[in-house]
């Protein structure tokens, strides 16, 4: 028989994700505290917003804190670069077999 360890995260009473290692569901549990954090602030605005909008941008802010905080600092996004073509080697590059 095996034993097999699993990292359950529970907000509320309420199974939210299971994990093989404990960085990962601590890192999950991070983010899910960070999207409270959101959730609230977002809630206090002038900007009203319906219970489930609130609920999904403060899980896609806080998903995404590592892009947005150089944003927050004002520095600007990278842009992905576009992958250029493989050149084919030149018959002069070619070893000799």
Same mark, same amino acid.
């Given at each position: 028989?095996?034993v097999?360890?699993k ?11 299971t994990?093989a290692?404990?960085k990962?569901?601590d890192?999950?549990? !991070?983010?899910?505290?960070? $999207?409270?954090?959101?959730? /609230?602030?977002? #809630? @206090?605005?002038?900007?009203k917003?319906?219970e ?6 403060s899980l896609?802010?806080?998903d995404n ?10 520095? !600007?996004?990278?842009?992905? $670069?576009a992958?250029?073509p /493989?050149?084919? #080697? @030149?018959?002069?590059?070619k070893?000799?077999?």
């Amino acid at each position: 028989m095996a034993v097999i360890v699993k990292y359950i995260v529970v907000r509320n009473g309420e199974e939210k994700m299971t994990f093989a290692t404990k960085k990962e569901a601590d890192a999950y549990d !991070k983010m899910l505290d960070i $999207a409270d954090n959101l959730f /609230e602030f977002l #809630e @206090s605005s002038k900007i009203k917003f319906s219970e489930n909008q609130l609920e999904d941008i403060s899980l896609l802010l806080a998903d995404n804190k590592d892009k947005l905080i150089p944003i927050l600092r004002g520095v !600007k996004p990278k842009k992905k $670069a576009a992958k250029k073509p /493989e050149q084919k #080697e @030149s018959k002069s590059k070619k070893t000799k077999a």
